[in-house]
């Protein structure tokens, strides 16, 4: 409910005269992009339920795919509107092993989605380490993310004391580079960060998996209230 008067743009400092104001509330589509690796097994149906979700509350004409990956990236539905079909493909999701992070956001921003014209965003559930990864890397992502009009809303949620406190796990410390040590998930945080950051959103930090939900519950809300401004610099 917010008015033309409410919004001021400025640029170098100087505030600009609002030519155009006008509340967007368009069908968009949506990437659900979910970490199905296997520091992540013991998550999965919450993932599925916040996934699930998702699907729910979305309105007429919203659409959605879902993508998943560990060391293998698999798209489980192409963009639709049919909530059942989604809801099967969220079911098809299957625990697998290392994580191919970085090319699965290169594949879902520049084979799936670049081809969109509606409004768009990604969904990511991740703890946001990478360790499998073949073509992609941070720095390409990053510059493919600043190129994209995709809104990209990370959901994190830190699996780096589950994966150390596993039972038989020793207790010397992990190495950088393995997937599982503290250095690694500084890094994940660091990138997910920058995801959001770049594309002008909030991320959305999990800091126990019954927070998914109203992580996803935000997301919503937000997609659903946006503004378009526009003035002559």
């Known amino acids: 409910n917010l008015r033309r008067e409410d919004f001021h743009i400025f640029e170098d400092g100087v505030e600009q005269k609002l030519a155009y104001f006008a509340p967007v509330d368009k069908p968009f589509t949506v990437a659900l992009v979910i970490d199905t690796s296997h520091s992540l097994r013991f998550d999965l149906q919450d993932l599925q339920h ?8 979305m309105r007429p004409g919203d659409r959605a795919l879902i993508v998943s990956f560990d060391n293998q990236i698999r798209v489980l539905a192409e963009p639709s509107s049919d909530r059942d079909a989604l809801k099967r493909a969220i079911g098809n999701l299957r625990q697998g092993g290392p994580t191919r992070l970085y090319d699965a956001i290169d594949f879902v921003l520049n084979q799936r989605m670049d081809h969109i014209a509606d409004r768009k965003a990604l969904i990511l559930f ?12 941070h720095e390409s992502n990053l510059r493919d993310v600043v190129r994209s009009d995709v809104l990209i809303y990370p959901i994190e949620f830190s699996t780096y004391s589950q994966v150390n406190e596993r039972p038989g796990r020793k207790r010397r410390a992990p190495p950088s ?18 995801l959001a950051e770049e594309t002008g959103v909030a991320l959305f930090p999990a800091a126990d998996i019954s927070d998914l939900d109203g992580a996803v519950a935000s997301i919503v809300e937000e997609l659903h209230n946006e503004y378009n401004l526009g003035y002559y610099p």
Do not use: I
């Open 126 to 137: 991740s703890d946001g380490v990478d360790t499998a990864s073949q073509t992609a890397t």
């Open 177 to 194: 580079g393995s997937g599982f040590s503290l250095m690694d998930y500084l890094r994940a945080d660091a990138y997910l960060h920058q």
């Open 50 to 57: 916040a996934a699930s979700a998702f699907v729910d509350s």
